[in-house]
């Protein structure tokens, strides 16, 4: 024989074989107070008091957008707009020599690129000549972080020679100096030697950093140094560039 349901137990069938009354009012009011929470929530959430996230986490992309705010891509766009857009030339007679860079005593004793590891760098202990001989250095280009100086290169955004087929090569070597050592605009990038080495002195038509998270940035940061320098870009690095800052 079935035992029979305890009477002192909630929401089983009491006489009759009804439904227990306490059960039904539970569930009235815990979905009363669900809809209630939801609504304060969207209220809340109209407001700007709270945010509230839609979708799944894990499923959004893994790389999220660079730094570049929607101002300075905005910027990177009119001052692409001002460019002069030429077919590249290659005049002859470049040589790395043009371009003396690594300035010293640009901040006390330092060379222009210790002063760049200082700025780049966290936490970073140099010795009485200005070399770093401890600290950390992130490399927006791949995502690295690195504990050794010699680790690390100080890119050129515009590398030499791409500043040389772009118009340096009529500037005078003075001009050129400033250039390479350009503190003023984002022209140098603390980077890891194997992301610099790599991308040697290709256009963005032809390179971009293997993080793809970075390439905001890094577009923005080249119109603007193209910008400041007054240097011309090809139709197909334009269109790189145009292409970058539509999914930015």
């Known amino acids: 024989m079935a035992k029979k349901p305890s009477a002192n137990r909630p929401g089983r069938t009491g006489k009759g074989g009804k439904s227990g009354k306490p059960a039904s009012r ?3 009011i815990a979905g009363t107070v669900i809809g209630l929470l939801v609504i304060a929530a969207f209220a809340l959430q109209q407001l700007g008091v709270i945010e509230l ?6 499923a959004a992309p893994q790389d999220s957008p ?29 040589d790395r020599a043009l371009f003396p860079h690594w300035d010293r005593g640009v901040e ?23 070399q770093p001989v ?18 690390i290169d100080i890119d050129h955004m515009v590398a030499l020679k791409e500043g040389w087929r772009s118009g340096a090569h009529a500037w005078s070597t003075e001009e050129r100096q400033r250039f390479a050592n350009d503190l003023d605009s984002s022209q140098l990038w603390a980077v890891s030697a194997s992301s610099n080495r790599s991308k040697g002195d290709a ?4 390179w971009l950093p293997p993080l793809e ?5 890094y577009v923005v940061s080249w ?21 970058v800052l539509d999914g930015c």
């Open 108 to 130: 006390g004793n330092c060379t222009t690129r210790q002063v760049v590891l200082l700025r780049d760098g966290e936490d970073v202990e140099t010795d009485d000549n200005c």
């Open 26 to 28: 539970l569930a009235t």
């Open 203 to 206: 256009d963005p038509a032809n």
């Open 53 to 58: 996230e839609v979708g799944d986490p894990a």
């Open 66 to 94: 660079g730094s570049a705010s929607s101002s300075d891509v905005e910027q990177a766009r009119q001052q692409l707009e001002e460019l002069t857009i030429e077919e590249e030339h290659d005049p002859p007679g470049y």
């Open 213 to 217: 998270s970075a390439h905001c940035d």
């Open 134 to 151: 401890s600290g950390s250095w992130y490399s927006a280009f791949d995502g690295e972080t690195f504990t050794d100086a010699q680790d």
């Open 223 to 243: 119109i603007e140094v193209k910008h400041v320098w007054n240097l011309s870009a090809d139709p197909e690095e334009e269109a790189a560039l145009r292409e």
